[in-house]
């Protein structure tokens, strides 16, 4: 999606540690134009799909989901991180480790709102290591629900999370993949490119 | 707001310890063709205010924010939840009394994305004892930008955060105001109901 590269190339920083910041349009200050037309490439790529929810991620993940599934007309149901004891049998619940905060978290879902029946649509706004995208597919498979893909707005392909996914037989939309990244020039690789 | 009152009478379930759950349309599975009914609603009963930012915070209000700046055509900021030092100077910071988990926390918002000039719309999706909202009214004032006003989508007009936010003057729509709930019938009695 050239739109989202041009964003990324222009207010996207790149710092050490394979970082990159994009929270000036993505996931702290959100730019919701944008987040419209992200929303209009998904329909497109998933338009031969049956989707009847999409499934997110708090926090950051929350506010493209909502957009996306305007698009759709279907309702997001958002995992919810929590450190309290499972709720017994009233959640689904899964673990995720967490690449930037390197701990972790157990996710839970309602059970209410996912089963049997239901057709659904990953959304996130980052896949790095994969281990979100993987414990949503998790609660998914728990619930009985078909997983009908996954979308996420960035992912840094030379991290494992996107061969990962794939490797699993998710079919897997990213708008766009960065291939590599240099901290020093602040240069940004992205695959598919031309240039 | 009719559509939305008539969606709290029908999904709304009141528990013990007048808690009203709604995590079938708000807070936990999301009904995004809704929110854009309350999205329009904010913005005909914001017409007149000039706006170029909106505040909310993490998890549940991100969503309602995201489809509500896009009727204003506007960025929106999500001040986040740590447990983390603060990171002296990058951030405003406030603390937040939560209701909810009877704990207090740390609100935090990057000083890239609020200041001198912005003229800022709240948005959550509660409204109760109303720290979350004097939380975001803190940063806001911290920042040195303008608070233009706060929406909320349900406030519970028998506790005191509604008058609390009114008394410091702050212009607060609320689309629904609970009067009272009955934990037994699951009875809900909205203000300025005709009935």
Redesign the interface.
């Known amino acids: 999606m050239q739109l989202l590269k041009d964003r990324i190339r222009k207010d996207g920083v790149v710092k050490a540690g394979n970082v990159l910041k994009v929270?000036?349009?993505l996931n702290?200050?959100?730019?919701?134009?944008l987040?419209?037309e992200i929303g209009l490439e998904f329909k497109r790529r998933f338009a031969d799909a049956e989707i009847n929810k999409i499934l997110t991620i708090?926090?950051?993940g929350?506010?493209i989901?909502?957009?996306v599934?305007?698009q759709f007309?279907?309702?997001?149901?958002?995992a919810?991180k929590t450190k309290t004891k499972n709720i017994a049998g009233e959640v689904y619940t899964s673990k995720v480790e967490s690449f930037t905060h390197g701990r972790v978290y157990d996710i839970i879902?309602?059970r209410?709102?996912l089963g049997k029946g239901d057709k659904v649509l990953l959304i996130d706004d980052f896949l790095a290591n994969g281990k979100a995208l993987e414990g949503l597919a998790d609660l998914v498979e728990a619930s009985g629900a078909e997983l009908v893909g996954a979308g996420v707005v960035i992912e840094k392909g030379f991290q494992v999370g996107g061969d990962a996914i794939r490797a699993k037989g998710i079919r897997l939309e990213s708008l766009a993949i960065v291939e590599s990244m240099n901290e020093e020039t602040g240069e940004i690789t992205f695959r598919d490119d031309e240039a």
């Open positions: 929270d000036r349009f702290h200050q959100m730019d919701t134009d987040f419209y708090e926090a950051s929350i506010g989901a909502c957009i599934a305007q007309h279907v309702p997001v149901v958002f919810k879902v309602s209410e709102f």
